[in-house]
């Protein structure tokens, strides 16, 4: 976005903005995906959890602000049933007053790293790029961010 045709050059102004604070949910930074009501471990695919995150990259245009978070998710294949990953996030922005501004929701999509030398599926690093854009008159202080729960 500020290659050549990224905003400075089409007449849009822009500046940096303080980015906000980020935390991960305690009650929602491990995702699980299998058959859940079971207790049967063999019916949990994968789980995943938060591992870190970076924003570096917040700036106001002229109607938005925009703030551009990296996760890294690490997940731990259990008895997987294929490659696919299908993450569901959840991002909740708060003013200074810890009041809930916004959400947005997300679904980072991957695939579980598989060796063929060892016919085993191995730990894989997700990198999630979640793009937020916020109208210009809400100020955000901080943001939680976590998985959906999804039940059957």
Request: proline share 3%.
């Amino acid at each position: 976005m500020f290659g050549c045709e990224g905003a400075i050059n089409k007449g849009n102004e822009f500046s940096v903005i303080d980015c906000p604070a980020v935390f991960f949910s305690s009650e929602n930074n491990i995702y699980a995906h299998g058959d859940l009501n079971s207790l049967d471990f063999e019916k949990i695919y994968y789980k995943a959890i938060l591992n870190n995150y970076g924003l570096n990259n917040c700036y106001a245009d002229s109607n938005n602000n925009n703030y551009f978070l990296d996760l890294l998710i690490l997940v731990e294949p259990i008895n997987p049933t294929d490659k696919i990953l299908n993450l569901p996030i959840f991002v909740i922005l708060y003013d200074s007053n810890d009041d809930i501004i916004d959400r947005h929701y997300f679904r980072i999509k991957d695939q579980i790293n598989y060796s063929e030398a060892n016919s085993k599926y191995n730990l894989t690093e997700v990198v999630g790029n979640l793009k937020i854009i916020l109208d210009k008159s809400k100020k955000v202080n901080s943001m939680s961010i976590g998985f959906i729960k999804i039940t059957n």
